[in-house]
């Protein structure tokens, strides 16, 4: 079974700053890492994985997540958030030899402010 | 090329009564999922379905949830005997094909409220 643990329920931050929206997750097999991302008033929808190979990946919109096997962590990071940026992520995982189904954590409301 | 799409967007119905939850995937997608939204529990895995093979029910809270999907395609989510519990956003995702790297695309959802 998977677990995954966003310890952030909201980050608010002004626009420019440098964010960190952190992801933990508990596995007794392998997974692959997921972020989606909710704006306001739309469906979810994917903004990065981690499938295998380099432990960073990255987004078209400058965020960037590093898969960290030995700390179980999958963190998100933007050097400098834009207003845009507003939104809510969630951090998912799917299972080695599962089906599909992404299990989420509870979500982390970003609120970048002027 | 047209989304996942979801019907109705709203429901509002009263504590006992049935209601029926609509997704259309992408086309060619075989893959779907539906999942559930509520503020107490977050996102929740419900039901998958891979083409036309016996679905995996392992996440439906209940026996009043069951879900089908025909000729491959269109899948409907019924709630029987809905409760209060059961309000919350509930979301359809399909995906090219199963697996658990594939992206999945998230329809809009339509948000159930039991009054």
């Known amino acids: 079974a998977q677990s995954v643990t966003q310890l952030d329920s909201q980050v608010p931050v002004f626009e420019e700053a440098p964010v960190e929206l952190r992801c933990n997750y508990s596995s007794s097999v392998s997974v692959y890492l997921f972020w989606y991302v909710q704006y306001p008033n739309q469906g979810l929808q994917l903004l990065l994985k981690?499938?295998?190979?380099?432990?960073l990946v990255e987004s078209i919109n400058g965020f960037e997540a590093e898969f960290n096997k030995s700390q179980t962590s999958f963190h998100l990071r933007k050097p400098s958030v834009h207003i845009s940026d507003t939104a809510e992520y969630f951090c998912a995982v799917s299972g080695f030899g599962s089906q599909g189904n992404l299990i989420f954590g509870k979500g982390t409301k970003l609120s970048v402010k002027p | 090329g047209a989304g996942v799409s979801q019907s109705p967007s709203n429901k509002v119905t009263e504590k006992g009564k049935d209601v029926e939850l609509r997704c259309d995937p992408i086309?060619?997608?075989?893959?779907l999922y539906w999942y559930r939204q509520s503020l107490g529990q977050g996102l929740e895995f419900l039901i998958y379905f891979q083409g036309n093979s016996a679905p995996d029910k392992s996440g439906l809270p209940s026996d009043r949830f069951s879900a089908e999907r025909t000729g491959g395609s269109v899948s409907t989510l019924t709630i029987q005997r809905t409760q209060q519990e059961d309000s919350a956003v509930y979301l359809c995702?399909?995906?090219?094909?199963?697996?658990?790297?594939?992206?999945?695309?998230f329809g809009p959802g339509t948000r159930l409220t039991v009054l």
């Open positions: 981690y499938l295998s190979g380099s432990t």
């Open positions: 995702a399909s995906s090219g094909t199963s697996g658990p790297y594939n992206e999945q695309f």
């Open positions: 086309s060619g997608h075989t893959a």
